[in-house]
Every structure is written in C-alpha cells, then in structure tokens.
C-alpha cells in the first residue's frame, strides 16, 4: 500500500502541468499552450512520425520519454527555447527539480523514470535524438503555421530557430528538410515585407 500511496502521490502532482504556461500560442487561439498540452501533442508527434527515424529506435521509450520530459517544469518553469539567460541556470534547477518529483515515485520508478528523464536530457542515444528532435519542431511547427508567433513576438533570427534542430538533423533527413523548408519559407517572406 506504502508503494500506491506514493505513485498517487506523484500522479496527483502531474496536475501541476496544466498550470506551467509555455511561450509558445495554440493555434486554434490566441492562449499560450501549457506543459500537459504540449507533453500530450509531442507524444502524440512521435507516434505519427516514428516512422521518418533514420536509425532504428524504440518507439516505446521514445513516447516515454515525451511524457515525462517536462514534468520537473512544475518546479523549475518552463525555460524560453530563446531565453540566453535562463538557460544559463535551466540544467542546475531542472535537476533540483528532477530529485524532487521523481523521489514521489516507488523507489524502482523513481530509478526508471529518473533514468529516461536523464536519457532524453543528455541526448545521446538515438531515441533521446529523436525525442528531442520531436520537441524541438513542435512549437516550430506552431509558429510557422501561427503566422510566425514567438519568433514574431521575439523578433528570433533565422539562424537561431535553425540552430535549434540543426545539430539533431540525423535523426530523421526526412523531418529535418521538412521543418527547414518551413523555417525558410517564413524568414523568405519576413525579408520581404
């Protein structure tokens, strides 16, 4: 029973997401997304286009990995993919936030998931590649087809919005060329009017 108590109690702290506002705006409306809404649309991205990995991956820990990726957002905020300065302390309160959350667990959870959570942020292994890569283009996509959203909001430079996927683009030739082409066509245009 002391084991459920504590996976509750960690179930019951998920829904500290729905209130963790992220930069990026739905496209359905002018509201800003938040964490459990983007953690549901990227593993449901992962599911479509598992396909387009270049290597061989485990679609199952990737869409793990997608679930559970900003959960220590509840503590340490969601850091602006664009935001210099607070990247500068993003790791060290992240992994504050990390001992904290998954302590809730069972301790064999607690290690599993802890791990996968590691897995994703030290993006080494081909599923983490992917996991990010998919993270990555899920706001790219929204500003593109937002009309240019927070790179509009933030007056965020081509090269910057590139930089971001450019160093993940093996994962997947395919999704990498796709989301260029996107960037491309939207700053082609901005140089225009």
Not at 58 to 66: G, L, S, Y
Not at 96 to 101: F, G, P, S, T, V
Not at 102 to 118: G, Q, V, W
Not at 137 to 153: A, C, D, E, R, V
Request: proline residues 2%; charged residues 35%; glycine residues 4%.
């Amino acid at each position: 029973m002391k084991n459920l108590e504590k996976d509750m109690d960690f179930i019951l702290e998920m829904d500290k997401m729905k209130s963790i506002q992220r930069e990026t705006r739905n496209l359905t409306n002018d509201r800003r997304e938040n964490d459990a809404e983007h953690s549901f649309y990227v593993t449901i991205m992962a599911m479509i286009l598992g396909e387009y990995a270049d290597k061989n991956i485990d679609i199952n820990k990737v869409i793990k990995m997608m679930l559970i990726h900003d959960l220590v957002e509840i503590d340490a905020g969601d850091t602006f993919a664009y935001d210099e300065e607070g990247y500068k302390s993003k790791y060290d309160r992240e992994q504050k936030a990390a001992n904290r959350i998954f302590a809730l667990l069972s301790p064999h959870k607690e290690k599993f998931y802890k791990d996968l959570y590691n897995e994703f942020e030290d993006c080494q292994t081909e599923e983490a590649k992917f996991a990010n890569l998919i993270d990555r283009i899920n706001p790219m996509i929204l500003n593109y087809f937002g009309h240019g959203g927070t790179w509009k909001t933030h007056n965020i430079p081509r090269e910057k919005v590139l930089g971001r996927i450019e160093n993940l683009k093996d994962s997947s030739e395919e999704i990498f060329s796709y989301v260029k082409g996107l960037i491309d066509n939207y700053f082609s245009k901005e140089d225009i009017e």
